[in-house]
């Protein structure tokens, strides 16, 4: 079975960012900039948030660290977003979710410019995609897309199923592979009959956020499976499949960690750069 390395393809996106970024660094005149917004102490998005830090750094974007505590008012986060919106050295501004319960991210996420939200999490980012018009893509399904293309991986004609509707993950993933042609079928918490779908999947998409939900008797032979989930357990990080099990039948699997992790971080510096080219060219 191959194994798709999540972990390679993003280091070969994060060298052709670097390379882009020293390239037109002279001409443009400053770095590409991510303002991260990490609100209160949640240890997991504390790691995500010094993970994507350091690979700002890595490839040449400066980014701007907002530490805010669980306290912080809507108000103040507002005004922290609308402050980051007119400064013109920010390309891209990431507020880390999930936010402090009294805290309304929705609110948050459509206060940011569609412009800078590099996320992909904007209405009206999400409305350019449903209708196939350029703009951010969510990280995730999008580097799930980038890793696919890496290995050569055409979808074009394919059944999809992908287990789980998120706004982040699910929904977003269906209208980019019915983009690139796939017949997709979109499964959730209520669907019938959900290993009779998954049987007759070219391409499985697992996105539930529970261990070992996608067993090898699920997957039709010679199938690709993609797995989106990160569960943390006493054995470390594991994703929504049964690896071992399924390694046996299928094509071509992610692995968790070192599969979809690393593409999401990866794209989300492609839309950085992607918005730092654009913004320095009306300029
Ligand atoms: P979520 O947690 O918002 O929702 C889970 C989804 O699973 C729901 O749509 C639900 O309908 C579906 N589901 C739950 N039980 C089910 C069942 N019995 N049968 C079929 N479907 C069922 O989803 P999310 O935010 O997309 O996260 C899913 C997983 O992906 C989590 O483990 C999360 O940590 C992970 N994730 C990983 C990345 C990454 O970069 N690798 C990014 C985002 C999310």
């Known amino acids: 079975m191959l194994i798709l390395d999540g972990k ?6 994060r060298n052709k960012l670097k390379k882009e970024i020293a390239g037109q660094l002279g001409e443009v005149g400053r ?7 990490l609100v209160g ?3 997991a998005s504390a790691v995500y948030v010094r993970n994507k830090e350091k690979n700002c750094h890595e490839v040449g974007i400066s980014s701007f660290g907002y530490r805010l505590d669980s306290d912080t008012s809507q108000s103040d986060l507002e005004d922290l977003i609308q402050k980051l919106n007119l400064d013109p050295d920010v390309d891209g501004i990431l507020l880390q979710l999930p936010l402090p319960g009294h805290l309304d991210s929705q609110k948050c996420l459509e206060l940011i410019l569609p412009e800078k939200d590099v996320d992909g999490f904007h209405p009206e980012n999400v409305g350019r995609l449903t209708l196939g018009l350029p703009g951010f893509r969510s990280c995730t399904p999008a580097g799930i897309m980038t890793l696919l293309q890496a290995y050569d991986l ?3 004609g394919k059944d999809c199923v992908i287990i789980g509707r998120s706004n982040i993950v699910g929904k977003p993933l269906a209208l980019m592979l019915l983009g690139s042609n796939a017949t997709v079928t979109v499964c959730h918490s209520r669907t019938s009959d959900l290993k009779g779908h998954v049987l007759q999947a070219d391409f499985v998409f697992a996105a ?4 070992g939900f996608v067993t090898a008797d699920m997957v039709k032979p010679g199938a690709v499976v993609v797995d989106v989930g990160i569960n943390r357990t006493e054995d470390g990080l594991v994703g929504d499949c049964d690896f071992e099990g399924i390694r046996e039948k299928a094509l071509a699997m992610t692995p968790v960690p070192g599969g979809v992790g690393p593409m999401t971080i990866a794209q989300l510096l492609s839309n950085t750069v992607d918005s730092w080219k654009k913004r320095t060219s009306q300029t």
């Open 41 to 43: 102490q949640d240890p």
């Open 8 to 13: 390679a393809a993003a280091a070969n996106l």
């Open 154 to 156: 055409s979808v074009t």
């Open 208 to 211: 539930v956020g529970r261990p």
């Open 31 to 37: 770095k590409p900039g991510l303002a991260v917004i």
